[in-house]
């Protein structure tokens, strides 16, 4: 962290815990990275994942933005990615990390969420709503990620590309961060193309307009075939909304929690709800 210049990884940084979990794939609890909220409330917390071999800084901008507007927020490191303590961790598939992140739900968190998944998050967020639905109230994730970033952002500086790009490094500094990408990938990743008509949460779709990594056809596409859905794209913006855009990004979460609420005092029952 002493190389990083960005002072809101450096503050999220300061706040990163690890927390014990217990999986039936370890024999001892692992010890999982990621940043508790400093505020409780009586709404549904908002769990921030991150896209594919990031972490919880990815967060760094959108994060306190939510923090500011009152909502309990949490950002959870992926397993097999992040700062969590994998040393005696040798299983990172899709099961592992589904979970794995079920019995940290179960142990710290408690009660329904909003999901909020950009890039790879987004399939994580998908994959763990259709297989464990008591968990998730709200679903909030974002199109596919690749850390290039020049291709990513529109009009980065080199000096800012390169200290984002030593910021998404920083957790494969750890020795097992090879095993664990490995093992993943020998797993087959996530493939959610099937389980997209199964959410049944409603959903916010997020996308940047001038996303150069994945095509606006598709975000069209999504919110054809994704149940109860609505689709919002900023402007001038590229592939991760919530790093280039966070007032944006921010803004429109807000919002839709907001018009959800709303929603649900005018109702008898209650209705879940999904964010993409």
């Given at each position: 962290m002493e190389e990083i210049k960005d002072p809101f990884a450096r503050k999220l940084a300061t706040r990163i815990e690890r927390l014990p979990v217990n999986a039936s794939f370890s024999e001892k609890s692992i010890m999982s990275s990621c940043v508790k909220p400093l505020i409780q409330s009586s709404q549904n917390p908002v769990v921030?994942?991150?896209?594919?071999?990031?972490?919880?800084?990815?967060?760094?901008?959108?994060?306190?933005?939510?923090?500011?507007?009152?909502?309990?927020?949490?950002?959870?490191?992926?397993?097999?990615?992040?700062?969590?303590?994998?040393?005696?961790?040798?299983?990172?598939?899709?099961?592992?990390k589904r979970e794995h992140f079920y019995q940290l739900w179960k142990s710290y968190i408690k009660r329904p969420m909003t999901l909020v998944g950009p890039s790879l998050g987004a399939a994580v967020a998908v994959d763990f709503a259709v297989n464990n639905p008591e968990a998730v109230s709200i679903l909030k994730s974002f199109p596919l990620r690749l850390y290039i970033i020049f291709l990513a952002f529109k009009g980065v500086s080199f000096d800012t590309g390169l200290d984002w790009v030593n910021i998404g490094k920083l957790h494969c500094l750890y020795p097992w961060w090879e095993d664990a990408t490995v093992s993943f990938m020998i797993s087959g990743g996530y493939n959610v193309s099937r389980q997209i008509d199964q959410v049944k949460q409603k959903t916010l779709i997020i996308w940047g307009e001038d996303d150069q990594i994945i095509s606006n056809k598709l975000a069209v596409r999504l919110h054809c075939e994704l149940p109860n859905s609505i689709i919002r794209q900023i402007p001038d913006c590229g592939h991760l909304p919530h790093v280039e855009k966070p007032d944006s990004a921010a803004r429109l979460i807000l919002e839709f929690l907001q018009n959800y609420s709303c929603q649900k005092k005018a109702q008898l029952a209650p209705t879940e709800e999904v964010v993409y």
């Open positions: 921030l994942l991150h896209g594919f071999d990031s972490s919880c800084l990815e967060w760094r901008y959108t994060f306190p933005l939510l923090e500011e507007a009152g909502l309990e927020t949490w950002a959870i490191d992926i397993l097999g990615w992040g700062f969590s303590n994998l040393e005696r961790t040798k299983s990172c598939d899709v099961a592992s």
